[in-house]
């Protein structure tokens, strides 16, 4: 961490690894997180990535297609509690990226990226805001797609 309170991510083979901040509020009586929050410290991380490339709302609005899209599953495994605020690390890429859908894999770590919090799978599905049916990804979201894809060869 440095002095500012800010942390620099370690480098990650693949994916991406973003800061996120783990809040008094998202402590449960024991003083660890909540199962709950897991998968808003997911979204923590996934909301900046996907904002600093072009997707995100704006005065309620959104800012590409691609940003309507649904989660069909959320998978999470716990491993060690995270205890107390600070900044933790949301790790994570795309196992797969389709026509319609993708499926991430993420891990959540320790800000020095030593420890493994949770680690899991999320599933999304982009979808026309009209009909509310699968649809395809745009040009733009399908090369920040495959920029996160994990390579065959990668491991953990």
Do not use: C
């Not at 024991?30 to 072009?54: C, D, F, Q, S």
């Not at 309620?60 to 509690?81: C, K, M, N, Q, Y």
């Not at 320790?110 to 699968?134: F, K």
């Amino acid at each position: 961490m440095t002095s500012n309170g800010t942390i620099t991510p370690p480098h990650v083979p693949f994916g991406h690894a973003e800061p996120v901040w783990v809040h008094f509020d998202d402590l449960d009586m024991m003083g660890i997180v909540h199962n709950a929050k897991y998968a808003v410290l997911l979204e923590r991380g996934l909301t900046p990535y996907w904002a600093e490339r072009g997707f995100s709302f704006e005065n309620g609005r959104l800012t590409a297609p691609d940003v309507f899209h649904a989660v069909r599953e959320l998978s999470i495994s716990f491993r060690t509690p995270i205890r107390g605020t600070g900044p933790v690390l949301a790790h994570f890429w795309f196992e797969s990226f389709g026509t319609t859908s993708a499926e991430y894999g993420f891990r959540l770590l320790s800000a020095d990226g030593a420890t493994v919090h949770a680690e899991g799978r999320r599933a999304i599905v982009r979808l026309d805001p009209a009909t509310l049916r699968p649809t395809p990804w745009t040009d733009g979201a399908k090369a920040v797609g495959q920029a996160l894809l994990r390579p065959e060869s990668a491991t953990l």
